[in-house]
């Protein structure tokens, strides 16, 4: 089973930032891309960022020039950097790993007013 462990939700006022961590400790992770996925109850998972194997990144159009995601292949770790913040960002946000079609755990985003 793939492993995904994710860190760094919680809460924030809105116009702050938070920083989200998604490490792979085993398999391969530096040809796969990774992506952040964030979701809200009642609503399908949304992506949010995708970063592939050679460093290109996409962005929902909600979160460009907020969000910024990058990874670190010898850390095995991916991460999404989301500056000013608005409570409409607030949802669960899950690290996907598109070579192993493994999700992890998910991470809660809360933005108060």
């Known amino acids: 089973q793939v492993e995904l462990v994710e860190s760094g939700g919680g809460l924030v006022q809105a116009g702050g930032s938070l920083r989200l961590s998604c490490t792979k400790p085993?398999?391969?992770?530096?040809?796969?891309?990774m992506a952040w996925y964030r979701q809200v109850p009642g609503k399908q998972r949304e992506l949010v960022a995708r970063?592939?194997?050679?460093?290109?990144?996409t962005y929902a159009d909600s979160v460009k020039g907020r969000f910024i995601i990058s990874r670190d292949n010898a850390k095995k770790t991916v991460s999404l950097q989301m500056n000013n913040l608005t409570p409409e960002d607030t949802a669960v946000y899950y690290c996907h790993s598109e070579l192993y079609a493994a999700w992890g755990q998910g991470t809660q985003v809360t933005v108060s007013p």
């Open positions: 085993g398999g391969i992770f530096s040809i796969s891309p």
């Open positions: 970063i592939d194997k050679s460093g290109s990144t």
